[in-house]
């Protein structure tokens, strides 16, 4: 007679702690992703020895000259006017 009623209640007691499981590890790859997106943020920026938007511009235009779109000259002369201070 007890096993029946111990029976309905675990039932829904699994239900319960599967929700708590998900939302755990959805917290904790949250957490993660905010950790990672952060503090890689930060060392890009200070990695160059540059402030941030010059960096970022500088890595922007490397890109643009290994895809093709800029020729030498051109990554050059827009180099040197990143680094140009003032």
Avoid: F
Wanted: charge should be negative; avoid cysteine.
């Amino acid at each position: 007679m007890m096993w029946d009623h111990d029976y309905g209640h675990g039932s829904s007691n699994w239900l319960g702690m599967s929700l708590l499981m998900v939302l755990l590890v959805a917290l904790t790859a949250a957490v993660v992703i905010v950790l990672v997106r952060t503090l890689g943020g930060r060392d890009a920026a200070q990695g160059t020895g540059h402030e941030g938007g010059s960096a970022q511009a500088e890595r922007l235009l490397d890109e643009r000259l290994a895809r093709g779109d800029i020729d030498e000259d051109d990554y050059r002369t827009r180099r040197d006017l990143l680094r140009r201070p003032g």
